[in-house]
């Protein structure tokens, strides 16, 4: 991983290194609350969103962007904190990514970065956001971990579960990190993955919460709670 950033942005450089544009700002028009799809101008569906009524007029969300597994859809993605966003008051952005898997794992960073770019300006200009996470399950688990420390100057906590690696190619920021591995997991082994990928960053001086369970590539319900209180807390 790089600790270093160009000084300027473009978008062709930008994509390439993960770097994204969007910034929170105050809402400058009304969104709506619930589920939400969002389609591009073809009619194909870029996202899924879940918008929490608002607690006040004033009150503002923690933005929670949930990166799909490799063949996933976005609704998946929005499955891995559904049950808990009204609770904790997230609002949820659950992308599709543009083939079966995120760009990264394809080969590098590219079309995803733009449209995840593009997505979180919209929810920008229509939602008042506090916070912003990134996370994900599985590929989305890694893809999380690189765009977010990518971007730890909008990102200020990642969510990886089972996640594989992590490779942005420019780091930016210390978003703390919460990572959860099965002891048992077949699809992306724990030894090669998380308990290597976990040394690393703390050696790198992130703040990383980690927990083992017995298991496979899933998401335990006591992993989910766990998550959740780290997140909120």
Do not use: K
């Amino acid at each position: 991983m790089s600790d270093s950033a160009p000084s300027h942005w473009d978008s062709a450089q930008g994509a390439r290194n993960g770097r994204l544009t969007a910034r929170r700002h105050p809402p400058v028009a009304p969104a709506p609350t619930g589920l939400v799809p969002m389609t591009g101008p073809d009619g194909d569906r870029l996202a899924l969103v879940y918008a929490p009524e608002p607690v006040t007029d004033a009150s503002a969300y923690r933005l929670v962007l949930l990166l799909h597994g490799a063949g996933g859809s976005g609704r998946q993605g929005l499955d891995l904190l559904f049950s808990v966003a009204d609770a904790h008051h997230l609002l949820l952005v659950a992308p599709e990514s543009s083939a079966a898997s995120w760009d990264l794992i394809a080969g590098g960073f590219g079309a995803d970065v733009g449209r995840i770019d593009a997505l979180l300006a919209t929810i920008f200009d229509g939602y008042p956001v506090r916070d912003v996470t990134f996370g994900g399950f599985s590929d989305g688990a890694s893809y999380a971990l690189s765009l977010g420390l990518a971007n730890g100057d909008l990102v200020d906590a990642v969510l990886a579960f089972s996640p594989g690696f992590a490779a942005p190619p420019v780091t930016h920021g210390q978003p703390r990190i919460f990572i959860s591995h099965g002891v048992d997991d077949r699809v992306l082994p724990i030894d090669v993955c998380s308990r290597r990928l976990v040394p690393h960053l703390r050696d790198r001086g992130y703040d990383v919460t980690y927990e083992e369970f017995p298991g496979g590539h899933d998401i335990p319900t006591p992993i989910r709670d766990s998550a959740t209180t780290w997140l909120t807390s």
